[in-house]
C-alpha cells in the first residue's frame, strides 16, 4: 500500500495596489483622495474571478471605499489594519515636483537620490513606514486566502522585505494601479508567486 505524503498547507496572500484616484500626478500618501470611475473599475476587473475568504485595508478611501463594496457584495470579514496606510508625505502631500521645485530644490534633489536618508518636510521616515508596514505584514501573514488592499509603496515594501532587497533596488519595481501581487507561505516561509497580475 502507498504511502500518504503530508503536504503542507500553502496560504495565499494577494496584495491588490488601489486604482488611479482623483488626486493625479502628485506626491500621494496620507492624502485621502477618493478612487475615480476608472480606478473603481479597474480594481473590479482584477478580482472578478478570484475568490478570498476575507478583506483587510488601508484605512484610506482610494482602498477602503473598494474594500467595503467588495467586502459586502461577497459577505466577506472586512478589517481596516491602519498600518497599510501609504507612506506621509508631509509637506509635500498634494504637489507635483515641479511645484515642489520651484522654492525647495536641494530638498527635493536630496530626497531624489537618497529617499532612506532625506525625509520630506514633516514627512514620515522611511525607516519609520518600513517598520510599521513589516509589522503590520508579519501579524496577516498567517491568514490563508485574504486580499489586501493598499498602496503601492507599502507593497514594494513587502516585497522588498520577502526578497531581502536592498533599498536602493526598490524603486526598481512598477505597482501597476490595481495590479494583484500573489504572496505564498508554507510553514512560515514567504515566497513571490507574481507582480501586477489580473488573476
Not at 54 to 81: D, G, T
Not at 161 to 189: N, V
Amino acid at each position: 500500500m502507498d504511502e500518504k505524503r503530508w503536504v503542507p498547507e500553502i496560504i495565499t496572500i494577494d496584495l491588490m495596489r488601489h486604482g488611479v484616484s482623483t488626486a493625479g500626478s502628485c506626491f500621494l500618501g496620507a492624502t485621502d483622495a477618493p478612487l475615480t470611475q476608472e480606478g473603481w473599475e479597474q480594481m473590479q476587473a482584477s478580482v472578478v474571478k478570484q475568490r478570498y475568504d476575507r478583506v483587510i485595508s488601508s484605512p484610506l478611501m482610494r482602498c477602503a471605499a473598494f474594500a467595503k463594496h467588495y467586502a459586502e457584495k461577497k459577505n466577506l470579514p472586512l478589517s481596516i489594519e491602519h498600518d497599510l496606510k501609504e507612506i506621509d508625505f508631509g509637506a509635500w502631500e498634494g504637489k507635483t515636483s515641479a511645484e515642489i521645485w520651484e522654492t525647495q530644490q536641494q530638498l527635493l534633489s536630496a530626497f531624489w537620490e537618497d529617499p532612506l536618508n532625506n525625509t520630506p518636510p514633516e514627512g514620515e521616515p522611511y525607516r519609520v513606514f518600513q517598520q510599521r508596514v513589516d509589522r503590520a505584514f508579519k501579524a496577516l501573514s498567517d491568514q490563508p486566502n485574504s486580499l489586501i488592499i493598499t498602496h503601492g509603496g507599502v507593497i514594494r515594501q513587502i516585497i522588498s522585505s520577502i526578497l531581502c532587497l536592498p533599498f536602493e533596488k526598490l524603486y526598481c519595481m512598477h505597482i501597476d494601479y490595481a495590479g494583484i501581487t500573489r504572496i505564498e507561505s508554507c510553514k512560515g516561509d514567504l515566497s513571490l508567486r507574481f507582480i501586477n497580475q489580473r488573476v
